[in-house]
C-alpha cells in the first residue's frame, strides 16, 4: 500500500552515505504522505548496504506502527513533531555530519557569510537552546522536536526560508518538499559548515550583505527567481 | 554549427566533478569562438551525470541565445563583461570551491605564499570590493563581472598573469586560454586556496620572497620559460 | 585449530585500511578466545592487500607463540596485557589514525562535547601520563599497556564504557566485545575526535550537558536500552 | 640499457597520484644507478595516465642526457646535488604535498611530535634557510640542493636518520634508498605534516619525549631493531 513511499524513503537513506553524510548506521529519513496522514522512515541500526524497501518502517502521526517488523529510527518522534508544527514540509533528515555537528557541539548558530548560504537558506542557521533536565529524561526525541519549533517560532524565522537548525550538544536536522530535497539540504548544510568554520578563523567578524543575501536567495526561492529551468 | 565548441564545453564543466570543484549543479564553464563572436555554457540548473552537448547554450557577446532550448547558466552575463574587457582569454570558468570561496567570504585576497602559487599567479589573487546595494538590485551578473574588470585595473593587474579572482561574498572566477585551461586554474586556485589558509594560521605574517615569485612564474610563462615540453 | 579465531582477525584488521584508519602497515588488530587462553594477532610489517589468515599469528596470554611463522606485531605485548587487565573486553586494536593521534600527540584528553561521542563513550577520553625513561628503555610495549590501565584504575574509569584510550605522545587504542566491535569503535574515536577539534577551536570551553551525555549512552548501552533492533 | 632503472621510476611516480602526493604533473621521482653513474628521472610536464616507461629520461650525474627524447624535470639539478652530497641515498622525490607545503611556506621546521614522526624521522625535518636573490636568479635548481646540503651539514643531521627537508617558501623533498622508498618516506611526510598542524593548534608548546623518539626510531631502524619480519 505504502510501497511507492517507501522505495522514496529507502532512496533517500541511501544518497546518505553517497554524500559521505553519516558512519555506519548514523543518519535517518523520512518522508510524510500528507493525504494518508503516514510517514515512512528508516528502521532503527540497520547497515545502509543491506537496507531494503521491506525494512522501510510506516507509522501514523500519533507513532502507531502501520507497516513494517522492525523498530522505527529512535529519532522518530523528533520527525514527528517536525511534521505536525512545519504544516509545509515533506521530508526530515537527521545526520550527525561532521561540520554541521561541530556547530551544534559549539552551541553557535551556523553564521550566513556568503552566497552558497544564501541560495539555499535565507539568514543564520539557528542553533537551539540546550533541552532543561526534565526534557533529556522523559520524552527526550519528541522535546527535541518541540526545542526545535520553539526556536523559529521565538525568532519568526520561517521554516520553509531555512530549511535546517542544530540542536544544541547534538546535531543537524534539515527538511524540504520530500525526502529527497531534504537529503539535498543536508548536504548544502555540510558544504557551508565547513566553509563558515574557516571564514570565521580567517575574519572572525565578518557578516555577509544583507541585500546579496535577498538578491541570492530570492532569485532561486523568490516570485521571480529565474535560476534553473522553469 | 557549433558542435566542436559545444563539445569542448561540456567535456570542461564535465571536469569541475571529477576534481572535486562543486557540489550538485553548481559551477559552470564556457568559451568564447572569437572569430564568430559566440560563447557556449553550461546550462543552469542541469545535473552533470545527465548532461549531453546538446544542453549546450550558446549566445553571441550581447546575450542572444543562438542555439539551445535550455536557459543558459545565470552567470551568463558575468562571463560576457569578462570576455569583452579580457581579450586574450578564451575560457571562463565560475565555482564555489570550498577553499577558495572561504578566502571569499572572509573578504580578504588570497596572498602568494609560496612556489605553488607562483608557478601560476603572478602575485595575490584579488579580492573584488563589494557590490553596492544598487550593483545588486539591478543587473547583478553583469555588474559582478564590472566589478572584477574594475578590481583588475585599479589595481593595475594583467588578468593573464593573475587568471583568478575571488568576489567578496561570494566566489571565485578562473580563466585561461580556453575552456579546459580555465578548469586547470580552477583546480590550482583551489589547492593554494587550501595551503595559503594553514600557512598563515602557522605564520601569520609570511609573505613569498618577490625574487622566488618572479623566478617560478617566469620559468613557466616568461620568454625564456625552461618548464615542460616545447 | 584457530582457524575461525583468525579469519575474524584478518576481516577486522582488512577494514583499517577500508575505514581510512591506517597508512601502510600501520595499525594492528587482535582477538581474543578466552575458553582457550590464545590471542591472534596481526603479524608486524606485512601489507594489508597481501595479507592472508596464514599470515595471522597466535600467541598465548604470556606471549609465547603458537601459530605462524611470521613475528607478531610489536604492540602485541600492549595488547595482551589490556586483555588481563580488562577481563570483559575480546577485541584491541591499535592505529595512529589522524585526529586521534593528534589529541594523543598534544597530550589532551578528548573531550565529551556532543551526543556523537555519547552514544559511545561515557565522558572523556583519557590521555595516559607520559612513560618514565625507564618504562620506555625496558619492556615499552609491556608498559605502555600498564600506563593505560593504571589511568583508567586512577581514574575509576569502566573500560567497557569509555572503550578507547590515548596514550601520550603516540596514539590511540580502542577495544570491543571483539575484533569487529574494538575496529568500530576506533572508526568512531576518529570521527569524534576530528569533531572535537574543530568545536574546541570555535568555542574553547564548552562541554556536553552531563544529563545530555547520559541520556545517549544509556540509551544506547543502558538496561533499557532502546536504540537498534532487540 | 636502463630498461629496470626506468621501469622502476616509472613505477615511483605513478604512486604520486595514487597516494594524492601531486595535482596534475606536479612532483618527480628519480633513482640513481651509482654503479654505472646514472639517474633515471621524470620527464618535465608530463601527465601522469599517459607517462610511459620511455618517457623515462637517463641523464648521467653531471646531467648530460643520455637517453629519452623528452626534457627531463626542471628540478633534476636539485636531485643531482642530493645524489652527490648523500652518498648513501638511492632515491629522491620532490611534491608540493599539501601539508608539507603549508611548513614550507610557513618557514618552519617540521617538529617531532609524536611516535609517527619518531618511526621514521629523528628529530625535526628541517626548513632551509631562503635562497638569496644570486641563488634564485642563477642555477636556482642546482642552488636549491646546495641550500639543502648546507642545512644538513650545518645542524650535523644525517640524512638517513631524517630523509626530508622542506625548502623555504617551496615544498619538500624526500629521499631514500630507491626511489619507491623515497616515495614512502614522502607519504609519511605529509601525514605528520597533516598531524603537527592541528597538535600545535591544541598545544602550541608541545614537544616529543626525546627517550620516546629514540625508542621509536631505533627500534625500527636501530642496530637491535624489533619492528617488522627480519
Redesign the interface.
Known amino acids: 500500500m505504502y510501497q511507492a513511499l517507501k522505495q522514496r524513503v529507502l532512496d533517500a537513506n541511501l544518497k546518505l552515505p553517497k554524500y559521505g553524510l553519516v558512519?555506519?548506521?548514523?543518519g535517518n529519513v523520512s518522508e510524510i504522505d500528507r493525504e494518508l496522514g503516514v510517514i515512512a522512515i528508516k528502521?532503527?541500526?540497520?547497515e545502509y548496504d543491506v537496507m531494503t524497501v521491506d525494512h522501510i518502517v510506516v507509522v501514523d502521526l500519533a507513532g502507531n506502527q502501520l507497516e513494517g517488523t522492525?523498530?522505527p529510527s529512535?529519532d522518530t518522534a523528533t520527525h514527528l513533531e517536525l511534521y505536525k508544527a512545519f504544516p509545509n514540509i515533506g521530508g526530515v533528515v537527521h545526520t550527525?555530519s561532521?561540520?554541521a555537528?561541530?556547530?551544534?557541539?559549539?552551541?553557535?548558530d551556523i553564521p550566513a557569510?556568503?552566497?552558497?548560504h544564501a541560495d539555499y537558506f535565507y539568514g543564520d542557521i539557528p542553533c537551539t537552546r540546550?533541552?532543561s533536565?526534565a526534557e533529556?529524561?522523559e520524552e527526550?526525541e519528541k522535546n527535541t522536536g518541540l526545542v526545535i519549533i520553539e526556536e523559529f517560532a521565538q525568532r519568526k524565522v520561517d521554516p520553509k526560508a531555512v530549511p535546517s537548525v542544530i540542536v544544541s550538544?547534538?546535531?543537524p536536522f534539515s527538511w524540504g518538499k520530500d525526502a529527497i530535497d531534504a537529503v539535498?539540504n543536508a548536504?548544502?548544510l555540510e558544504?557551508i559548515s565547513?566553509?563558515?568554520?574557516?571564514?570565521?578563523?580567517?575574519?572572525s567578524g565578518?557578516k555577509?550583505?544583507p541585500?546579496?543575501s535577498?538578491?541570492h536567495y530570492l532569485?532561486k526561492h523568490g516570485e521571480n527567481a529565474?535560476?534553473?529551468?522553469?
Chains 1, 2, 3, 4 share one sequence.
Open positions: 558512519t555506519f548506521t548514523w528502521p532503527s541500526g540497520v522492525l523498530n529512535s550527525h561532521r561540520s555537528t561541530i556547530w551544534a557541539q559549539a552551541g553557535i557569510l556568503g552566497t552558497t540546550k533541552l533536565q533529556i529524561r527526550y550538544g547534538h546535531a539535498h548536504v548544502v558544504e565547513a566553509m563558515a568554520l574557516a571564514t570565521r578563523s580567517l575574519n565578518i555577509i550583505q541585500e546579496l535577498d538578491k532569485r529565474y535560476y534553473g529551468q522553469r
